[in-house]
Structures are given as C-alpha cells and as structure tokens.
C-alpha cells in the first residue's frame, strides 16, 4: 500500500447527477457507482491498482471493485460521494463489509500516508504498532496478509530482487555500464507505477548488495541524477 494522490472528481458528478443516482440507489439497491467515469477515474489514480494491495486490476481474473471506504449500506447518503470512493481488488474486499469506518476507522491511502502504519517484512505487511487498533484492524478487514494471493506473491518479488541485485553485483566489474544499466531499469520499473510497488521498493532500499552498488557507483562517479531520482521515488513508497 502506498499514497495515493485523489484525483479531481469526474466532471459527470455534477450535485444534480449526484443527488440522482443516490436516490437510485436507495429506492433499488441498483450498483450506481459502476459508471465508466467513476471506474476509469479511479483506476486511472492508481496506475491500474489496487489501492490496498498493489496487484494489477483486471489482469488473470483480478477484476476491479469500487470500495465504498465508509460502507454504503450504513452511510447510503455517500453511495457515489467522491472521497468516498477507491478502485479495490476482489481479494481486499472480501472480508471488510459493513465495517463501521466511523467508528472503527481503517487506513485510507488517499487520505494518509502508509508508511505511518506499516513496514513490510518477509511479504507480510506490518503494523509499526501493535497496539494501535486503526493499522491492525486495516492488516484483518483488507485481508493484506492473504495467504494464498497476496503473500506468496510479495514473497516472490522479493526473492526474485535479492537474486537480481546479488547478479549485478557479481558481474558489475565486467561490465560496469551495462549492470549500471540493469541496476537503473531495475529501480526505474519499481517505482508508484509498478505493481507491488511497496513491495518492490522496500526490497531493493533494504538490500545489501544494492548497498554495496550504490556505494561502488558513487564511489566511481557513476551515480547519475536518475539514479538519484528513482532512489528518491523508491522510498516515497517503501514501507521500511
């Protein structure tokens, strides 16, 4: 999970579109957020994400859901309210409901900063404190530890950027630009727009071997301004 910035809400919800579908929705129960203005504006906010998890939308099955962050079945009146909407995976809205975010808040990436809440160890999402009930309650209700599609996968991430980084430092004395390159695309392609992007982030800041190139390449003056600038992208979303 990481920030999310809100965007403008859609020029179609006007207070008079609003007032509308609200009333819809209440007379039929009839699913008034589904609007492709609604539904692309959000995806759009995300990269096509998640805004709990980070796994990709609309990919292998992973259709998007709009979350209605406080529950429209207790608070119908904000149904289609736009700070009240986030583009949501399957497996994240699958256990939270009816929760009462009023009263028992959660976490709201568009609202707040993540890494307040959270670190991330072994593609398990912590809470920095244990004892403070809004970032544990966010871990249990969006289900972020998911055993079967969540974890595995940020588990494999990492894996796979251990491998990649302790290769680079290997061979970068063979070919110094070229594995200067790869160390570059790598920090490049993990950044807000990437899947797992927290994920991603935390793994390659954390690593040693990605110390120790780092520390190589400022040391030989290969340490560009993008690799400055994507190290600076990095931990806008690590959750370290």
């Known amino acids: 999970m990481i920030r999310i910035t809100r965007p403008p809400k ?18 039929n129960g009839t699913a008034v957020w589904r609007k492709n203005w609604i539904v692309d504006t959000l995806k759009a906010a ?17 259709y998007m859901q709009v979350e ?43 609202n707040e900063a993540p890494r307040d809440y959270f670190f991330i160890r072994n593609g398990r999402i912590n809470a920095r404190d244990v004892s403070n009930k809004k970032a544990t309650d966010t871990i249990e209700q969006y289900d972020l530890n998911n055993a079967e599609q ?20 290997g061979h ?16 490049s392609t993990s950044g807000r727009k990437a899947a797992y992007s927290a994920t991603k982030a935390t793994a390659i800041l954390l690593d040693k071997s990605y110390t120790s190139l780092r520390q190589i390449l400022t040391e030989e003056g290969h340490w560009k301004p993008e690799c400055e600038q994507a190290e600076q992208e990095l931990a806008l979303c690590a959750l370290i």
Request: overall charge neutral; charged content about 35%.
């Open 150 to 169: 969540l974890r595995p996968v940020r588990c494999e991430i990492e894996k796979k950027i251990r491998e990649d980084l302790a290769d680079y430092l």
């Open 46 to 62: 995300t990269y096509n994400k998640c805004a709990f998890s980070e796994m990709r939308l609309d990919e292998e099955g992973k």
């Open 68 to 110: 209605h962050f406080n529950p429209k079945s207790r608070y119908p009146d904000e149904v289609v309210e736009w700070t009240n909407l986030l583009p949501i995976c399957n497996v994240c809205n699958s256990k939270k409901w009816n929760w009462d975010t009023k009263k028992k808040p959660l976490v709201n990436p568009m």
């Open 172 to 187: 970068y004395s063979q070919d110094k630009d070229y594995w200067a390159g790869k160390l570059l695309k790598l920090m």
């Open 10 to 27: 859609p020029s179609e919800l006007t207070d008079d579109v609003k007032a509308a579908l609200t009333a819809e929705f209440k007379a």
